[in-house]
């Protein structure tokens, strides 16, 4: 079975990442109101976490269904799901703010950081997974995943004036007004 944790790990990885790129892109291609609630919708630190989650809950939960549909089980699927997105986004700013308030915005080390935090932190979904059962665990993660995902909407279409909300591209917080 462990051996089964790390293909499904490995693969899952090149997904997420190669989905990252349709998630970043999907509001400028859309730009409508589900779109706002599920793809970045202007180049503010948020919305780069907002893209970060959506893509590996999303990117996820498909897969998951394909491996129920396969048959395959998987312990801890999400509460490994949470505790690994919500690291990967805590490292992905730990790393990637002090470059972005020293250069701004630059895609290539954008992307790099994402890939590198990524990797561990999916490395840190395949050493939950191969632990014992933890149903409680799991359990309530179910419950967190839209928990933050409705959070991550409402600030969205509420964000509040703060630096971490604002578009330093377009100067403006939140979606632009046609679409509110």
């Keep these: 079975m462990k051996n089964n944790n790390k293909k499904i790990m490995i693969i899952k990885t090149i997904i997420i990442f190669l989905s990252l790129f349709l998630f970043s892109n999907g509001y400028k291609l859309l730009p409508n109101f589900l779109t706002a609630i599920i793809f970045p919708v202007n180049e503010s630190l948020f919305e780069h976490l907002k893209m970060i989650y959506n893509t590996e809950i999303i990117v996820s939960l498909i897969i998951y269904i394909v491996l129920k549909i396969k048959k395959i089980d998987i312990n801890n699927y999400y ?3 949470v505790i690994s997105t919500i690291f990967n ?12 308030n ?7 080390y954008t992307m790099i950081i994402y890939f590198i935090t990524l990797l561990i932190s999916q490395y840190l ?3 939950i997974t191969i632990r014992k059962k933890y149903d409680f665990f799991n359990k309530l993660s179910i419950i967190i995943i839209p928990f933050i995902w409705i959070g991550l909407i409402y600030l969205t279409f509420n964000p509040p004036h703060t630096k971490f909300f604002f578009d330093p591209i377009k100067e403006v917080y939140g979606i632009p007004k046609q679409v509110k």
């Design 89 to 100: 986004i805590i490292l992905f700013y730990l790393v990637y703010l002090p470059i972005y």
């Design 79 to 81: 509460f490994a799901l």
């Design 102 to 108: 020293r250069f701004g915005e630059g895609l290539i």
């Design 125 to 127: 979904f395949y050493l």
